[in-house]
């Protein structure tokens, strides 16, 4: 882990993540100063291990906001600089605030968690920014303000478990971001493997490593199993999501799409609050009666989901498929609001339900209930009556691959085995494209589908 003896020790990673940003970047490439006409900055201020978690989201009242996070391990000011991306360097200055991190493991390593919101941004215009204070500054890094539009195309790289050894997808997906691909990532739960290991020592580790994807297009998250210890700690102090949840669970829009992360966890570790099951419902349930308000829907007509363990798959890996069933589907005596009957009840009709946690990919029929629901038999994924379930967990991790049973079930469309991530553009109000790409095979796109919804919400499913 390399750091610079400055006053203050950088850690972390740079993440922008945050509401729909549309990014104009693509002509940037990697190292963009001699477009601005900078030189980098003496070496003694130059710090490779400074990241900058950038993190978007709507503050009440605060039209074009939008938060920036880092970490330092001593107490320092919290300060950004920015500007506009062609225009004076800086020119302008936000001030924050910190909060103390204290890690559980058994050195409880003490660090600093950065907050400063830059607020009146002008919406699709991109600002170049550094955080810190006088006693050290980050690298330059640039962002593209929100977009609130609900007429744009928002593109997205998806993908859960992915660890800081044997990130296979890793090298692909900093290339395609920095050649400007995508405008939103979306990480479906497990880091690291894991935040919390060496004294959450591997947490800085990954931060770093993201950063290169995470500095220049927002970065979402939602908890997985991995990040259990500490009653989730490490991930609900290193990422900052939207709403008042420590990320837990949250929704945000962005283009046509109203998009929920919620957390499978707390169904499985219960010895943190069985209240977190009952909280987390009740707030699902009173968005989900939000969004499908007929003017809501009209404007972000599209509902997906993300958590991390699938309540579908055909994996046989002693995990939650052993029995060709998710845990996520069965009751027991103290849990009995699982979230398969809300988000598809007739109030919510969910249109895209995205997972990890499984080490594969794999593409489903529109299934409710354990029973298909095609379109048609020509067209299955053209006006079906059931959300459309997508894995994708095989980032690349310590944990390797997982496997198949095999023959696989009625609902399982397509599945794979290959290293990789998905790609999702929600193209307008009636079309959406998935594919997945395979890391082992080149980059290689192994799987395609066109998800078309001429009506959505109620009316669509009868």
């Not at 993440?15 to 990697?30: C, M, N, P, Q």
């Not at 009556?385 to 095999?406: L, M, N, Q, W, Y």
């Not at 599945?415 to 290689?444: A, C, I, P, W």
């Given at each position: 882990?390399?750091?610079?003896?400055?006053?203050?020790?950088?850690?972390?990673?740079?993440?922008?993540?945050?509401?729909?940003?549309?990014?104009?970047?693509?002509?940037?490439?990697?190292?963009?100063?001699?477009?601005?006409?900078?030189?980098?900055?003496?070496?003694?201020?130059?710090?490779?291990?400074?990241?900058?978690?950038?993190?978007?989201?709507?503050?009440?009242?605060?039209?074009?906001?939008?938060?920036?996070?880092?970490?330092?391990?001593?107490?320092?000011?919290?300060?950004?600089?920015?500007?506009?991306?062609?225009?004076?360097?800086?020119?302008?200055?936000?001030?924050?605030?910190?909060?103390?991190?204290?890690?559980?493991?058994?050195?409880?390593?003490?660090?600093?968690?950065?907050?400063?919101?830059?607020?009146?941004?002008?919406?699709?215009?991109?600002?170049?920014?550094?955080?810190?204070?006088?006693?050290?500054?980050?690298?330059?890094?640039?962002?593209?303000?929100?977009?609130?539009?609900?007429?744009?195309?928002?593109?997205?790289?998806?993908?859960?478990?992915?660890?800081?050894?044997?990130?296979?997808?890793?090298?692909?997906?900093?290339?395609?971001?920095?050649?400007?691909?995508?405008?939103?990532?979306?990480?479906?739960?497990?880091?690291?493997?894991?935040?919390?290991?060496?004294?959450?020592?591997?947490?800085?580790?990954?931060?770093?490593?993201?950063?290169?994807?995470?500095?220049?297009?927002?970065?979402?998250?939602?908890?997985?199993?991995?990040?259990?210890?500490?009653?989730?700690?490490?991930?609900?102090?290193?990422?900052?999501?939207?709403?008042?949840?420590?990320?837990?669970?949250?929704?945000?829009?962005?283009?046509?799409?109203?998009?929920?992360?919620?957390?499978?966890?707390?169904?499985?570790?219960?010895?943190?609050?069985?209240?977190?099951?009952?909280?987390?419902?009740?707030?699902?349930?009173?968005?989900?009666?939000?969004?499908?308000?007929?003017?809501?829907?009209?404007?972000?007509?599209?509902?997906?989901?993300?958590?991390?363990?699938?309540?579908?798959?055909?994996?046989?890996?002693?995990?939650?498929?052993?029995?060709?069933?998710?845990?996520?589907?069965?009751?027991?005596?103290?849990?009995?609001?699982?979230?398969?009957?809300?988000?598809?009840?007739?109030?919510?009709?969910?249109?895209?339900?995205?997972?990890?946690?499984?080490?594969?990919?794999?593409?489903?029929?529109?299934?409710?209930?354990?029973?298909?629901?095609?379109?048609?038999?020509?067209?299955?994924?053209?006006?079906?009556?059931?959300?459309?379930?997508?894995?994708?967990?095989?980032?690349?991790?310590?944990?390797?691959?997982?496997?198949?049973?095999?023959?696989?079930?009625?609902?399982?469309?397509?599945?794979?085995?290959?290293?990789?991530?998905?790609?999702?553009?929600?193209?307008?109000?009636?079309?959406?494209?998935?594919?997945?790409?395979?890391?082992?095979?080149?980059?290689?796109?192994?799987?395609?589908m066109w998800l078309v919804k001429e009506q959505h919400g109620v009316v669509a499913w009868v």
């Amino acid at each position: 882990m390399l750091i610079f003896h400055l006053p203050v020790g950088w850690t972390g990673s740079c993440s922008r993540v945050g509401l729909g940003f549309e990014s104009h970047l693509g002509f940037l490439a990697t190292d963009w100063r001699p477009i601005l006409g900078v030189s980098p900055p003496p070496p003694a201020f130059l710090c490779k291990s400074c990241v900058c978690l950038i993190i978007s989201s709507f503050l009440p009242g605060v039209y074009g906001s939008m938060m920036v996070t880092w970490t330092t391990f001593d107490e320092a000011d919290s300060m950004v600089e920015y500007g506009l991306l062609g225009g004076k360097l800086f020119e302008m200055m936000a001030k924050g605030s910190s909060t103390i991190f204290v890690d559980g493991g058994s050195e409880k390593r003490k660090l600093f968690i950065h907050r400063v919101t830059l607020s009146a941004l002008r919406p699709g215009f991109t600002y170049v920014y550094h955080c810190g204070s006088g006693a050290g500054w980050s690298d330059i890094f640039y962002f593209t303000a929100l977009n609130e539009s609900s007429d744009w195309s928002p593109r997205f790289a998806l993908f859960g478990d992915m660890g800081n050894e044997n990130p296979q997808s890793l090298a692909r997906l900093q290339k395609e971001t920095q050649v400007g691909m995508y405008d939103v990532i979306l990480h479906i739960g497990d880091f690291a493997y894991d935040m919390d290991e060496d004294n959450a020592r591997i947490g800085d580790e990954f931060m770093r490593q993201v950063e290169s994807i995470a500095a220049y297009v927002p970065y979402m998250t939602c908890p997985g199993n991995h990040e259990n210890s500490y009653n989730f700690s490490n991930y609900r102090y290193r990422f900052s999501m939207p709403g008042d949840t420590e990320g837990l669970w949250y929704s945000w829009n962005v283009g046509p799409a109203h998009l929920i992360s919620f957390s499978t966890e707390v169904y499985f570790y219960t010895d943190y609050g069985l209240d977190l099951i009952v909280k987390q419902y009740e707030w699902l349930k009173k968005d989900l009666e939000e969004s499908n308000k007929p003017e809501n829907r009209k404007s972000r007509p599209w509902i997906i989901t993300m958590g991390h363990r699938p309540m579908y798959c055909s994996n046989n890996d002693h995990d939650d498929c052993t029995k060709f069933e998710s845990l996520m589907l069965l009751l027991s005596p103290h849990i009995t609001k699982l979230p398969q009957p809300l988000l598809n009840a007739n109030f919510a009709r969910v249109d895209l339900e995205l997972w990890a946690h499984e080490h594969t990919y794999e593409r489903l029929w529109p299934v409710y209930g354990f029973m298909v629901y095609n379109g048609s038999r020509e067209e299955p994924y053209v006006n079906p009556k059931a959300p459309v379930h997508i894995i994708t967990g095989s980032a690349g991790c310590r944990e390797k691959h997982d496997g198949f049973i095999p023959d696989p079930r009625d609902w399982s469309a397509f599945r794979n085995s290959d290293y990789g991530y998905t790609r999702m553009q929600v193209f307008n109000s009636t079309h959406l494209y998935l594919e997945q790409v395979s890391d082992d095979q080149n980059g290689k796109v192994i799987d395609s589908m066109w998800l078309v919804k001429e009506q959505h919400g109620v009316v669509a499913w009868v």
